[in-house]
């Protein structure tokens, strides 16, 4: 054999060993069975957190001079849905919030009639699962006075996002996105809807008209083209039944880690 | 002069024997799964927030002529690293990527999947690294094995034992049934130090922790600050298991092995003292 040859077979051989490694562990590591039982520890971190962060305790707020020049927009920058392409041609001026599911008086909101709502500011850090962080300025109507506006009935116990944008194209339409969320971060005081980014109206790329802020969450979970928030039950019937897009693509519910 | 005799000492005591193991399990996997994480994006940076345009460590495939090619950047240094960083994977299957399909879990791009296992065993590590720390409190293992003494530290001794280290020549007699100043400082480092950092800055990447003890992030400068040093910090703990398994190979292997899994470590003594 020449040097060459050698070489050749070496590569070959060490190809081949480590794809029969990676294939081994990949058929171990990615074994639904096996990641079951991995996932159980998501409630063992939603419970410990629960447990050690006071329902009210905030999420930092930063100042002025911290807010990020580059925030990164993700996930759905402009959506292809034709009744947000109307939404936006109109300028949102037919735009209605719904309130509705297990409320006592269903509400459909204009921007004018949110932005008359009561509401908060916030400078506040996002945390995208990916790693990395942007810091922006938020305002909106907080969701907890409007759940009560609304009035929940007694059996709720999410709160559920329904957005204009489909990420991704499926059959059966679950690749609408969605969010949701239990009464204890709904109710949260900086959990808002938030309709101004930076002083400015929501830029279409984080979301116009409306995004849901929940801040001591990563950012998956900050539904952005909101049009209508649904009280439920369980949200078992809802997409695949995960409580949100990313959830239904095996993302945890509980992300405040 | 008597001859020497091989005498079994029991030298670690069951929950350090336990605990050695589930932590090599948990850090192992934590590792894998880690490079997982972290290849969803390939930057570190510090402070509160990203700069996107300008991170301290990126791992980028960018185009060179009619290939590409693997950069690695670290503050000004910018290095090629195809094959490895940035770029890698079988010939005509290559992909942007941080880290090579082999560093991480799932070998291919998972980040929900990596999620699982790196929470999964981080609950297994930190349950684990408490049980190790108060037996060890308790049963006297950090005081009698690992806080280091006066003699231990006197500047000789420790020249003396970096210079017969370097030398590979480790003490197989009477003083062997202690671990020496190297040892001592070595594991406690590891455990003290660099194992605790990782579930601190671990933490203080969490949005929800982060309400809860926000002055996590002025500890360590900020959320990206925290995941920078959860990185370095990893690095240092990849290094330190590099040189511990060479100290266990080069220094008796089956020796070392069996006094983690039975307890007991051979040394030499002299005939008629044992």
Same mark, same amino acid.
């Given at each position: 054999m020449t040097t060459t040859d050698r070489r050749g077979w070496l590569k070959v051989a060490g190809a081949s060993l480590g794809g029969l490694w990676l294939a081994a562990c990949d058929k171990f590591t990615t074994d639904p069975k096996t990641l079951k039982v991995l996932a159980r520890a998501e409630d063992l971190t939603r419970h410990a957190q629960r447990l050690v962060v006071d329902r009210k305790a905030l999420a930092r707020e930063y100042a002025p001079a911290d807010i990020s020049p580059d925030f990164k927009p993700n996930g759905t920058l402009n959506p292809s849905d034709e009744d947000y392409a109307a939404h936006l041609a109109a300028g949102f001026a037919d735009y209605r919030l719904v309130v509705d599911g297990l409320v006592e008086r269903p509400l459909a909101l204009s921007l004018a009639d949110l932005r008359a709502e009561p509401s908060r500011t916030q400078i506040t850090r996002h945390d995208c699962v990916e790693g990395w962080s942007s810091i922006g300025k938020w305002t909106g109507a907080r969701l907890g006075p409007l759940l009560d506006k609304a009035g929940l009935k007694k059996n709720a116990r999410y709160i559920v996002f329904h957005c204009a944008d489909t990420l991704e194209q499926t059959l059966d339409g679950s690749g609408q996105y969605y969010e949701s969320l239990d009464l204890i971060d709904a109710y949260h005081p900086q959990t808002i809807l938030a309709y101004d980014m930076n002083d400015r109206p929501l830029p279409v790329p984080h979301g116009a008209p409306v995004r849901l802020r929940v801040e001591r969450?990563?950012?998956y979970k900050h539904a952005k083209y909101v049009m209508r928030v649904e009280a439920v039950a369980d949200y078992s019937q809802i997409g695949r039944g995960n409580g949100g897009f990313w959830e239904d693509r095996g993302y945890e519910w509980y992300a405040g880690i | 002069m008597a001859?020497?005799?091989?005498?079994?000492?029991?030298?670690h005591a069951a929950v350090t024997r336990l605990t050695h193991w589930i932590n090599v399990l948990a850090v192992s996997l934590l590792i894998l799964s880690g490079l997982q994480i972290f290849n969803a994006h390939p930057a570190l940076y510090w402070g509160q927030k990203s700069h996107f345009a300008e991170p301290w460590v990126s791992m980028t495939a960018q185009q060179k002529g009619d290939e590409t090619v693997g950069v690695t950047k670290i503050g000004s240094l910018k290095i090629e690293t195809t094959g490895l960083f940035g770029w890698s994977g079988k010939p005509g299957m290559q992909e942007a990527r941080g880290f090579p399909a082999w560093a991480t879990i799932p070998s291919y791009r998972d980040l929900a999947d990596g999620r699982r296992w790196h929470f999964f065993f981080a609950w297994l590590f930190v349950i684990n690294g408490?049980?190790?720390?108060v037996m060890s409190l308790l049963n006297g293992h950090?005081?009698?094995?690992?806080? #280091?003494?006066?003699?231990?530290?006197? #500047?000789?001794n420790v020249w003396h034992e970096i210079v017969t280290h370097a030398k590979l020549r480790f003490p197989k007699g009477e003083e062997a049934r &202690?671990?020496?100043?190297?040892?001592k400082g070595a594991y406690l480092v590891a455990a003290a130090l660099l194992l605790p950092l990782m579930v601190g800055t671990g933490l203080t990447m969490s949005p929800g922790f982060d309400a809860?003890? #926000?002055?996590?992030?002025?500890?360590?400068?900020?959320?990206?600050?925290? &995941?920078?040093i959860h990185f370095i910090t990893a690095s240092?703990?990849?290094?330190?298991?590099?040189v511990h398994l060479v100290m266990v190979l080069v220094s008796?292997?089956?020796n070392n092995i069996r006094s983690m899994i039975t307890g007991r470590y051979a040394i030499e003594v002299e005939g008629d003292r044992q």
């Open positions: 969450q990563l950012g | 001859k020497a005799e091989k005498v079994l000492v029991y030298r408490v049980v190790y720390w950090a005081r009698k094995d690992l806080a #280091p003494t006066r003699a231990d530290l006197a #500047p000789r &202690r671990y020496n100043i190297l040892q809860a003890a #926000p002055w996590l992030l002025d500890l360590f400068g900020g959320r990206q600050s925290a &995941r920078t240092l703990v990849v290094i330190f298991i590099i008796g292997v089956w």
